[in-house]
Antibody
Framework: QLQLQESGPGLVKPLETLSLTCTVS??????????WGWIRQPPGKGLEYIGS???????DYNPSLRSRVTISVDTSKNQFSLKLSSVTAADTAVYYC?????????????WGQGTLVTVSS | DIVMTQSPDSLAVSLGERATINCKSS????????????LAWYQQKAGQPPKLLIY???TRESGVPDRFSGSGSGTDFTLTISSLQAEDVAVYYC?????????FGQGTKLEIK
């Protein structure tokens, strides 16, 4: 059974860089059949797509965050990562990693449990 | 970006009754070359991640009870729960994956009347 698990600091200071890792188990991140993405949800609010990546390195980012976001993949560790720079309180959210199908244009079928990241000094 | 608008924002339905949630996109999410609608529905229970229920507007994800059904095409879509069960209390989101950034509706909170 595929499982995804987010990890990283739960508290980040304003203007610093948020860094999260998603560890995939029960399947290979190197499968050409899947893309891997990040979605976030501010407390009590809706869902926002951050971006996605294929193990080949092809990535897609939400234009609203593109200047601050980098998503990367480490096939040797079966992980993919999110970096969000220059964070503010508006970046406080539960961050989810998720799997997509065989292109950027597929839904998210497996999700991690999510990790709350608070931006505060 | 494609804007997704759900209605209603909240809904209270009696156990065993039908629940209907609507989703409208600001432009078509239907791709004419393959006749597919790039629309998904998710269920999010309190404290849990979203769960994929329906994709391609009407295809039920494996393991999802058949009381959940999706319909619609182009810009107008509907999620129907034919006979509400207590475990269906959740927030439901539609999502378009026709273009990036994928965008979600604001959510519909479903409760028991």
């Amino acid at each position: 059974q595929l499982q995804l698990q987010e990890s990283g600091p739960g508290l980040v200071k304003p203007l610093e860089t948020l860094s999260l890792t998603c560890t995939v188990s029960g399947g290979s991140i190197s499968s050409s059949s899947y893309y891997w993405g990040w979605i976030r949800q501010p407390p009590g609010k809706g869902l926002e797509y951050i971006g996605s990546i294929h193990y080949s390195g092809s990535a897609d980012y939400n234009p609203s965050l593109r200047s601050r976001v980098t998503i990367s993949v480490d096939t040797s560790k079966n992980q993919f990562s999110l970096k969000l720079s220059s964070v503010t309180a508006a970046d406080t959210a539960v961050y989810y990693c998720a799997r997509q199908g065989s292109s950027f244009y597929t839904p998210h079928d497996y999700w991690g449990q999510g990790t709350l990241v608070t931006v505060s000094s | 970006d494609i804007v997704m608008t759900q209605s209603p924002d909240s809904l209270a339905v009696s156990l065993g009754e039908r629940a209907t949630i609507n989703c409208k996109s600001s432009r078509s999410v239907s791709y004419s070359s393959n006749n597919k609608n790039y629309l998904a529905w998710y269920q999010q229970k309190a404290g849990q991640p979203p769960k994929l229920l329906i994709y391609w507007a009407s295809t039920r994800e494996s393991g999802v009870p058949d009381r959940f059904s999706g319909s619609g095409s182009g810009t107008d879509f509907t999620l129907t729960i034919s006979s509400l069960q207590a475990e269906d209390v959740a927030v439901y989101y539609c999502q378009q994956y026709y273009s990036t950034p994928h965008t979600f509706g604001q959510g519909t909170k479903l409760e028991i009347k």
